[in-house]
Every structure is written in structure tokens, then in C-alpha cells.
């Protein structure tokens, strides 16, 4: 369930920014997602329908997603790149240990841990704006 909390705040937060811009409908919405929030998109997206259906500025929204890579660096050996993933399978549910694959030393996370608000496209009196978030 962790999709759905999220999806809860990421709803909440669009609404908000929606009631301030006093517009009328929420056409659209952007989210990026990082590699690290291990989020499942297609959860995301299946859990802001259900939840947009229940508002009347939400309903018959969009929502799309953009994945962000996530990036480590190790502290002992300076590798700079990708995590490795030892089971793939077992991703969702897997508390990643964050090890170098050059020196096997602890890396530290650059990026890839944001879940962020990246554009709302909101109906007004008669048109059409953008919000940042
Ligand atoms: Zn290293």
C-alpha cells in the first residue's frame, strides 16, 4: 500500500494547488518518479484514477509519470553510476543494500529518491493554464 499512500499526498497536493488557481477541472498531471522511492507506476497511475473519481475537479484527469534513473556515489572509491540489483524478482520488496560495485564499500544516494510534482494542467474560467509544483 505503499502506492496508495503516496498517491494520496500527490492527489492532495494537486488539488490544492487546483483551489488556488480557483480552476475548475485538472486536466492533467505530470509526476516524476525516482528509481529509489521504488514506487510501481502503473500502481500510481491505477490509484490516481480510483482517487481522482472521487472529485469533481480530478475526475476524467490524466496522469503521467516520468521515471527518474537513480545515481549512488561511493564515499572509499568514488564510483559514480547505477545501483546493482542482486534479484530483480524480489525488487518492491527488497531493502536495497546500497553496496559499490567496484569496492563493495557503503554508496551513498545522489539521486533518485524524489516523487515530485513536476506539472499541473488545470482548466480555468475559460482557460487553460500551468502549474508548477
Ligand atoms: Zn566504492
Redesign the pocket.
Known amino acids: 500500500m505503499h502506492e496508495y499512500s503516496m498517491t494520496t499526498m500527490i492527489v492532495d497536493a494537486v488539488l490544492e494547488e487546483a483551489r488556488r488557481h480557483d480552476a475548475e477541472k485538472v486536466l492533467e498531471v505530470e509526476l516524476v518518479i525516482g528509481e529509489f522511492t521504488f514506487l510501481n507506476p502503473e500502481q500510481v497511475e491505477f490509484w490516481y484514477k480510483v482517487l481522482s473519481e472521487r472529485d469533481s475537479i480530478l475526475k476524467g484527469s490524466k496522469v503521467r509519470i516520468e521515471l527518474r534513473r537513480g545515481y549512488i556515489r561511493?564515499?572509499?572509491?568514488?564510483?559514480e553510476g547505477k545501483l546493482m540489483y542482486r534479484d530483480d524478482t524480489a525488487y518492491h520488496l527488497m531493502v536495497p543494500t546500497l553496496l559499490?560495485?567496484?569496492?563493495?564499500?557503503i554508496?551513498e544516494i545522489i539521486t533518485g529518491r524524489e516523487c515530485t510534482i513536476k506539472r499541473i494542467r488545470l482548466l480555468g474560467r475559460g482557460h487553460e493554464s500551468s502549474a508548477k509544483g
Open positions: 561511493c564515499p572509499k572509491c568514488g564510483y559499490c560495485p567496484e569496492c563493495k564499500g554508496a
